[in-house]
């Protein structure tokens, strides 16, 4: 049976990431019945991926290495010592996987393009033929069913013009198919993990932020992020001028997106709150969208940390975007650190926003914890940061671009039926969407929902160690069963996507 996809392809991010499809979607007269699903008759359900985390492939078919290869293979990096060079195998299974995808019922899916299986020596080299061709495989069974280091990274500006390059190349080979683009995915957590903690690639910190080689945990993130921000711009002003007018896609950008609560009502607490937002996510948005840096980090930092957008580049930024992928799992609390004392922690210093942040504080949690020390169940925050989103940046259409439950895998026994009944991941993904409906209710334009994940996966420093698979994957046979949530899953897009009075027709702007 072939899968009836009016598929959203996302692609990009350091990857490019994609949704799949075409652009014909489903749309209601405005005579017709309406459904009693807050969900839009248009709207997207369906997972998500990542190419490290899902494809393996290590150094198949002349792909080139990435930051991630070199970063697992080295000792103490991943919690089990653990990396991707399998992962679940999805170059090889993609088209099992596809099949997993048709059965739930998704009429999207959003994975990534690997930078260094297209262009595995970079702008200077060739296209990897053999990478183009596994991607053009994989979209095309989408679609037929319809579903640093050469000159110092992102430290440098020369990676906007390789950037650039990256995103044409795709654009190029992929568009005709490709309707919705997304340049980056979680930029701020790379650059934050990247270059002020260490704990991710290129691993550069210094001071109380972590041990590292070298690096500079206090300037070097606003500087990798200012060249990440104009490369967006760059790629944007790549597809505008090119492909968009012939092609007909959307370009957007992935941010990860924490609610964050101020842990009283005093003015404090609340600006706070409001400079927590600042210092993570309107960082990047911020210039993408209303070309300046948020005022809150230029009242701080001041030019020396915070360097102004020269001419030519306040240009570039006019490309702006289509769309805002949000990534959102979890909400934490903030305390004022600048009239109240405050312990060393996540944000309370002065390049983070002086806004110390943490799922729990006085004693009091903000949510449900769970297996993995920085998720708890707040699914109120799924309405408030959509609802943030929505008046900051008047609206712009957004999709939900990962949302999920991780569990933990110690002592797991495929044999048991605790492994397949996964009730806690269902009434999680059931509690985070009624969240989002009521916000899309409220007039947020929402226009899909992405589960992460399809399959349980490489989770980046966990290793293996945690599972957020819709699939239980077997690490050693690569065998994926479906678990309770899957089954769920395919029961409330069902539900909700049962419009009355349809037809098929170009997708009309709200």
Same mark, same amino acid.
């Not at 092609?247 to 709150?273: C, H, R, T, Y």
């Given at each position: ?42 709207? $997207? ?9 899902? %494809? ?28 991707? &060079? ?48 596994? !991607? ?39 568009? &005709? ?26 691993? @550069? ?37 090119? !492909? ?14 924490? +609610? ?8 404090? &607490?609340? $600006? ?10 309107? +960082? ?28 030519? &580049? ?112 269902? %009434? ?18 929402? @226009? ?11 989770? +980046? ?16 046979? $690569? ?8 089954? +769920? ?5 069902? %539900? ?15």
């Amino acid at each position: 049976m072939e899968l009836p996809l009016h598929h959203a392809l996302f692609a990009l991010s350091i990857c490019f990431s994609i949704f799949v499809g075409s652009c014909d979607f489903v749309f209601v007269k405005e005579n017709n019945i309406s459904s009693p699903s807050p969900f839009p008759c248009n709207f $997207l359900f369906g997972t998500a991926s990542s190419s490290y985390q899902f %494809e393996g492939a290590f150094l198949t078919d002349g792909k080139g290495l990435n930051n991630w290869d070199v970063f697992t293979h080295k000792p103490g990096t991943i919690m089990d010592g653990t990396n991707g &060079d399998i992962a679940v195998d999805h170059y090889h299974r993609y088209q099992e996987d596809v099949d997993l995808m048709e059965y739930i019922g998704v009429n999207s899916y959003r994975f990534s393009l690997s930078w260094a299986r297209i262009l595995p020596k970079g702008r200077f080299g060739k296209v990897n033929t053999a990478g183009i061709d596994y !991607y053009i495989r994989l979209i095309d069974a989408l679609v037929t069913r319809e579903v640093e280091e050469r000159y110092g990274g992102w430290l440098s500006p020369e990676i906007q013009e390789d950037f650039r390059y990256y995103a044409d190349i795709c654009f190029k080979y992929f568009g &005709d198919r490709v309707k919705y683009w997304a340049t980056f995915n979680e930029p701020n957590v790379a650059i934050i993990r990247g270059y002020r903690t260490g704990m991710y690639p290129p691993s @550069r910190c210094s001071g109380l932020f972590g041990n590292c080689s070298y690096g500079d945990s206090e300037r070097e993130p606003f500087i990798a992020a200012a060249n990440l921000i104009l490369s967006h711009a760059a790629a944007v002003d790549v597809y505008r001028t090119k !492909y968009q007018k012939n092609q007909g896609g959307k370009i957007g950008i992935v941010m990860n997106a924490i +609610w964050f609560e101020p842990i009283s009502n005093s003015s404090e &607490d609340k $600006l706070a709150a409001e400079r927590a937002q600042s210092f993570y996510m309107n +960082w990047f948005l911020d210039p993408i969208i209303l070309r300046k840096y948020p005022a809150e980090m230029h009242e701080i930092l001041g030019p020396d940390f915070l360097q102004e957008f020269s001419r030519n &580049d306040l240009e570039i930024l006019k490309s702006g975007l289509d769309f805002i992928g949000v990534n959102h799992y979890t909400s934490f609390y903030v305390k004022d650190c600048i009239f109240s004392a405050c312990e060393a922690g996540l944000g309370s210093s002065k390049t983070e926003g002086f806004a110390l942040a943490s799922a729990k504080m006085n004693g009091i949690s903000i949510g449900e914890p769970t297996a993995l020390d920085w998720l708890h169940i707040h699914p109120q925050g799924m309405e408030k940061i959509v609802t943030y989103i929505k008046d900051r940046y008047n609206n712009t259409p957004m999709f939900i671009t990962e949302n999920g439950l991780g569990t933990s895998d110690e002592n797991s026994d495929p044999t048991t039926k605790d492994i397949f009944n996964d009730v806690k991941r269902g %009434e999680y993904l059931s509690s985070y969407l009624d969240s989002l409906a009521t916000a899309i209710r409220k007039g947020a334009d929402v @226009r899909g929902y992405f589960v992460w994940s399809l399959l349980d996966n490489f989770e +980046w420093t966990y290793g293996y160690t945690v599972r957020f698979g819709l699939h239980y994957v077997d690490y050693v046979t $690569l065998n994926r069963t479906p678990r309770l949530s899957a089954f +769920w899953y395919k029961n409330f897009i069902t %539900e909700h996507k049962a419009c009355l009075g349809i037809k098929t027709g170009h997708t009309q702007e709200r």
